[in-house]
């Protein structure tokens, strides 16, 4: 029986495995776009209660999309 369910696992595991990087990367670039936001936020004085947590914030996403 398992001879004639091993296609339908290998697309399971391969769609499994194209969902995980796709993940990572939509990671990376949140974080990235979330750094990127917090610095101009943080430009002005009152914008940087705003944009210093928005920095951790996309710094966390961007270590979490690499490890």
Do not use: D, Q
């Not at 029986?1 to 990087?21: F, G, N």
């Amino acid at each position: 029986m398992s001879v004639l369910l091993w296609p339908v696992k290998a697309t399971w595991h391969l769609t499994a495995a194209v969902l995980e990087v796709l993940g990572r990367m939509l990671s990376l670039v949140v974080g990235f776009l979330l750094v990127i936001i917090g610095i101009v936020v943080s430009l002005t004085v009152i914008g940087a209660v705003i944009g210093i947590p928005l920095m951790l914030l996309g710094f966390v996403l961007i270590l979490r999309g690499l490890f």
